[in-house]
């Protein structure tokens, strides 16, 4: 079973909201957390089972964010600075309301 599949199977996404779940991840191993691309698989398996096992509502509100505020939109050019904060807020609705 692919990530994808992983995180679809889990929480009933489409392909798309679980590809966007991933590439947020990806990006932010590679981009803010520096991740080396040795570990980043690691990283990505980790990260999986992380969504994996979060309640479906935070994951969905997570969809909700990465599909409407965290991707820049055709004509928005987004500073590093920019794309940091959003990935940081990201981050924090995962952590936020582990068990609901």
Do not use: C
Not at 7 to 21: M, N, P, T, Y
Not at 52 to 80: M, Q
Not at 91 to 99: A, M, P
């Amino acid at each position: 079973m692919t990530r994808t599949d992983a995180i679809q199977a889990a929480h009933g996404l489409s392909l798309d909201e679980a590809v966007k779940v991933l590439m947020f991840n990806h990006q932010g191993a590679q981009w803010i957390k520096g991740v080396d691309s040795f570990y980043l698989q690691d990283a990505m398996d980790e990260y999986t089972e992380r969504i994996k096992n979060l309640p479906t509502s935070t994951v969905r509100n997570f969809v909700k964010y990465i599909k409407t505020d965290y991707w820049a939109k055709p004509d928005e050019d987004i500073s590093k600075a920019d794309f940091e904060a959003r990935w940081h807020k990201g981050q924090r609705i995962l952590t936020r309301n582990k068990t609901s």
